[in-house]
């Protein structure tokens, strides 16, 4: 199959090489041209403008970083006019209302429009294990399943459009509530001169344990937050789209709104393009950045 990708940054890259390697001919636009410049080396063209990536496919995926970025470069008068006849799969993290929004415009411009968000980071790109949640019409999900499978094995469709998009934006809420949490407890163990592993080895026996907490734990010992496998700004984007879309059902999420000050802080500290496991820092500075 020919499908246009739209955004090839941390994880839409890998993405779009698990499409190339599971045989379809892919076509590449990233805004910063750079960055894929290499990408034809392994048979992935490589488009000099968003509509012309469009054109290439029947079916085109967005893996752009918001809402913003899909209507500067999909729903472009050039992105616009190439949308008639077409699919397009939008799999990256915004709201729900969002969603719904840019489906009415795709469908009034001719083309048809369901969602895919997945939850994973490279690593599972690469393995081709990401977690596909799927928002759109049973027939739909009928006839793209075999796609998303090259991303992850078990596709599941959620509901309607937006239904999948606030899904993911609940599981990203407890992406940034873990790191917070476990942030803290971590230094607090260091201050009270525990051990490390004899907290671990306590913690990975109870049902308090998360699998993230042993993945992030190398990171915030060793305070090395480069090469990110997600990055803080995306983090606090995705906890903003969380928080608004919790107020407007009537939550009180000021539990998430603390750890939101934290992902904020350490963007203003410039900590915005490493991994989002750099909030630890904010949470239990090191000896030479306190007082």
Do not use: W
């Given at each position: 199959m020919q499908i246009g990708f739209l955004g090839a940054g941390l994880l839409g890259r890998p993405m779009a090489e698990r499409l190339q390697a599971a045989g379809h001919r892919v076509t590449v636009y990233n805004r910063t041209q750079s960055k894929v410049a290499d990408l034809p080396n392994v048979g992935i063209a490589v488009a000099a403008q968003p509509e012309e990536a469009i054109r290439a496919g029947a079916c085109v995926i967005l893996m752009l970083a918001d809402a913003g970025a899909i209507r500067n470069v999909l729903l472009s008068l050039a992105g616009k006019a190439e949308l008639k006849g077409r699919t397009v799969i939008q799999m990256g993290t915004i709201g729900p209302q969002e969603s719904r929004a840019i489906q009415q415009e795709v469908q009034a411009a001719g083309g048809d429009y369901l969602e895919a968000p997945v939850l994973g980071s490279i690593a599972e790109a690469k393995a081709q294990k990401l977690m596909v949640m799927v928002g759109g019409a049973e027939a739909q999900f009928t006839r793209w399943a075999g796609l998303l499978k090259s991303f992850g094995p078990e596709p599941r469709l959620i509901g309607p459009v937006g239904k999948a998009a606030a899904l993911k934006l609940v599981l990203n809420q407890l992406?940034?509530?873990?790191?917070?949490?476990?942030?803290?407890?971590?230094?607090?163990?260091?201050?009270?001169?525990?051990?490390?592993?004899?907290?671990?080895?306590i913690l990975?026996?109870?049902a308090l344990f998360a699998p993230a907490f042993e993945k992030k734990l190398p990171r915030l010992l060793a305070r090395d937050y480069a090469i990110p496998n997600f990055s803080t700004k995306n983090l606090l984007k995705d906890l903003d789209l969380f928080l608004d879309e919790a107020?407007?059902?009537?939550?009180?999420?000021?539990?998430?709104?603390?750890?939101?000050?934290?992902?904020?802080?350490?963007?203003?500290?410039?900590?915005?393009?490493?991994?989002?496991?750099?909030?630890?820092?904010l949470v239990n500075p090191s000896n030479e950045n306190k007082g």
């Open positions: 992406i940034a509530a873990e790191i917070a949490a476990f942030s803290l407890s971590v230094g607090l163990v260091q201050r009270e001169g525990i051990a490390v592993d004899t907290f671990m080895g990975k026996q109870s107020k407007g059902l009537g939550l009180n999420p000021d539990c998430a709104s603390g750890v939101r000050q934290l992902l904020q802080q350490a963007v203003d500290r410039g900590l915005a393009d490493v991994d989002y496991s750099a909030v630890h820092s």
